[in-house]
């Protein structure tokens, strides 16, 4: 085909989160076919993002600079905490633009099967930072799953003696869902999470 130098550009596209095989032969074929527009310039990026892009030493997001760009905003609220299971959560959060606190990036979520404790997670430095003071809501924002809710239950277990209001996303009907179509948890959490109209 291309010889080595193009499959392991191959190899590497397939496994970026959805890409795969075809995908990656597509994308490597147009970078390969616009060097000058294309590929140099993603290849500069990457190599750019490699040398400066480094973990906020606070929060755990991820910035050319520490403390990260969020943490060094002066204009955000420094008494509401958003806690996060990874980075792609917080850039959710600030692309809807919904959220003016501040941040703390768990780096996944407690997982017995899968091994995880809270020793495998900025657990304790989250405590640290709401044992501190000067924090009145910490906003759990996990995920609805299984160890999403036993990460934000131990969670919660542990921040309710630090006198700090402890809340979790609404969980229920997304905005323009069938309820025909939601799976039985989604639609039980919606009835249980109902509201006045």
Do not use: F
Not at 83 to 89: A, H, P
């Amino acid at each position: 085909m291309g010889g080595p130098e193009v499959e392991r550009l191959i190899a590497l596209l397939a496994k970026l989160p959805g890409l795969g095989p075809r995908s990656a032969r597509r994308t490597a074929l147009r970078l390969l076919t616009e060097p000058d527009t294309r590929l140099r310039p993603l290849a500069d990026a990457l190599t750019a993002a490699a040398g400066a892009v480094r973990e906020c030493a606070v929060c755990g997001n991820l910035d050319s600079q520490d403390p990260c760009t969020i943490c060094a905003d002066r204009g955000r609220d420094d008494s509401v905490i958003c806690v996060v299971e990874g980075v792609g959560e917080l850039w959710a959060l600030e692309r809807a633009g919904v959220h003016r606190g501040r941040y703390h990036v768990l780096g996944g979520v407690l997982s017995p099967l899968s091994g995880v404790g809270p020793e495998d997670l900025r657990l304790a430095p989250l405590l640290q930072r709401v044992g501190q003071g000067g924090v009145k809501e910490v906003i759990l924002a996990l995920g609805a799953t299984v160890d999403g809710a036993s990460t934000a239950h131990w969670l919660a277990d542990r921040l309710r003696p630090l006198e700090v209001t402890v809340t979790r996303l609404g969980q229920g009907v997304p905005i323009g869902g069938a309820l025909d179509v939601l799976d039985d948890g989604t639609l039980a959490a919606a009835l249980r999470a109902r509201r006045s109209a």
